[in-house]
């Protein structure tokens, strides 16, 4: 749900509802997709890594239409992709389990 008044994105937020996920776990799926830390996305966004850190640990739920826009655009996706839910992936059925060790590497 995108809520707001007057022609400004800069008023518009993307607020949530029960029925709909949290915006930050699918923008943190995109951003592993796309290969890019907080500080590269940020720079293509023009937000700043602890803004892009914030949106997407929950501290900051509710960005700014304009946000929304900017952060599609550096990650190269329609904006709605942004508001779907976050979507398991084959790399989540790898991680190990929490108190697993994970595998380290021959040293």
């Known amino acids: ?61 509710n960005p700014t239409l304009s946000t929304i826009l900017a952060l599609a655009g550096a990650l190269g996706v329609e904006p709605a992709a942004l508001l779907e839910p976050a979507r398991p992936s084959a790399e989540d059925d790898q991680a190990p389990e929490v108190g697993e060790p994970a595998e380290v590497g021959d040293r």
């Open 1 to 61: 749900m995108i809520a707001g008044q007057g022609a400004s994105s800069r008023m518009l937020r993307y607020t949530g509802s029960m029925n709909q996920p949290a915006f930050g776990p699918r923008l943190a799926q995109l951003r592993h997709r796309a290969e890019l830390s907080w500080a590269e996305l940020g720079r293509q966004s023009g937000l700043t890594p602890e803004a892009v850190s914030m949106i997407e640990r929950g501290i900051r739920p």
